[in-house]
T-cell receptor, first 113, second 121 residues
Framework: DQQVKQNSPSLSVQEGRISILNCDYTNSMFDYFLWYKKYPAEGPTFLISISSIKDKNEDGRFTVFLNKSAKHLSLHIVPSQPGDSAVYFCAASMKGGSEKLVFGKGTKLTVNP | NAGVMQNPRHLVRRRGQEARLRCSPMKGHSHVYWYRQLPEEGLKFMVYLQKENIIDESGMPKERFSAEFPKEGPSILRIQQVVRGDSAAYFC???????????????????FGPGTRLLVL
């Protein structure tokens, strides 16, 4: 039962263009969402988060959009850089829970020079 | 600012042996989480601990796996009598206790260590 889904295993974009990574969730109890970036043989690095009371959060080149009615969120990276090439994980947690994160399977982003 | 530390980074065990994975949280963090990542999969929650307390172990296999976070020292994830299916990357995360008025309760961002890659032969 995959509660957090990242349906695109991979994405390839040109340097300088926008990267859009998508994530869908099924559990309406989720109220906090995070994006992590992971390089091979390293741990996930926190990028950006959003609470369910917001629909957008921006931090530099990274913006996360949340559409609660569609149970969908997306991460926009503008402009994309070769150093952004990594696996991106979407994660969610729920209010009143133990704050454990439920992760998607990840999307491998490749930014071509 | 030392991040979350895990050791060993790589661990090789034969079937039936014990594996001990250690995690030292970031300074000032009182919450520790363990996750497991199988190949081509996302991270799966295993257990959430505070000092001397297991808060949520709903993701832990019922047998052979245990975790602790003592008053002094690192958190330990222990796997007894390892089998080949235990081969995976094990990640530890830590978080502070942060009041978040927007959410109306405590919310914590988790910061991950580099992981321990366990290989069972």
């Amino acid at each position: 039962d995959q509660q957090v889904k990242q349906n695109s295993p991979s994405l390839s974009v040109q340097e300088g263009r926008i990267s859009i990574l998508n994530c869908d969730y099924t559990n309406s109890m989720f109220d906090y969402f995070l994006w992590y970036k992971k390089y091979p043989a390293e741990g996930p690095t926190f990028l950006i988060s959003i609470s369910s009371i917001k629909d957008k959060n921006e931090d530099g080149r990274f913006t996360v959009f949340l559409n609660k009615s569609a149970k969908h969120l997306s991460l926009h990276i503008v402009p994309s850089q070769p150093g952004d090439s990594a696996v991106y994980f979407c994660a969610a947690s729920m209010k009143g829970g133990s704050e454990k994160l439920v992760f998607g399977k990840g999307t491998k982003l490749t930014v071509n020079p | 600012n030392a991040g979350v530390m895990q050791n060993p980074r790589h661990l090789v065990r034969r079937r039936g042996q014990e594996a001990r994975l250690r995690c030292s949280p970031m300074k000032g963090h009182s919450h520790v989480y363990w996750y497991r990542q199988l190949p081509e999969e996302g991270l799966k929650f295993m257990v959430y601990l505070q000092k001397e307390n297991i808060i949520d172990e709903s993701g832990m296999p019922k047998e052979r796996f245990s975790a602790e976070f003592p008053k002094e020292g690192p958190s330990i994830l222990r796997i007894q009598q390892v089998v080949r299916g235990d081969s995976a990357a094990y990640f530890c995360a830590s978080s502070p206790l942060v009041s978040n008025h927007e959410r109306g309760y405590y919310q914590e961002t988790q910061y991950f260590g580099p992981g321990t890659r366990l290989l069972v032969l």
